[in-house]
């Protein structure tokens, strides 16, 4: 994710839709728009990869907590996520983690 996904979800999306306006900044709408195609190939590739976790955090997992917590707070995301079955099952099975409460950050 961090190679071909981080860009678009993460420097374009979520920055787009959380960062900008909490700096009084406008949204740039196109370029969330160009982001898309590239974070939807990148979340179907991740729901392949992707299974429900047990109680323990693996590193990739840890990898990954922030950059779905984050593009699930934005529409785009929330739609995005709404086609990745797989990885919807395995954020449920880990947003309530208490390393993951502990850690996310406030935003706004």
Do not use: F
């Amino acid at each position: 994710c961090d190679s071909y996904g981080y860009g678009p979800l993460i420097d374009t999306i979520v920055i787009q839709r959380v960062v900008m306006p909490m700096v009084g900044q406008p949204v740039d709408e196109a370029a969330i728009a160009a982001a898309l195609p590239d974070a939807r190939t990148c979340l179907h590739a991740l729901n392949d990869l992707v299974q429900p976790g047990d109680g323990t955090l693996n590193l990739a997992e840890i990898q990954l907590v922030p950059v779905i917590d984050y593009v699930s707070q934005v529409p785009e995301g929330q739609s995005l996520l709404a086609e990745t079955g797989a990885i919807t099952a395995w954020w449920d099975s880990r947003k309530d983690h208490p390393s993951v409460v502990k850690t996310r950050p406030e935003l706004g």
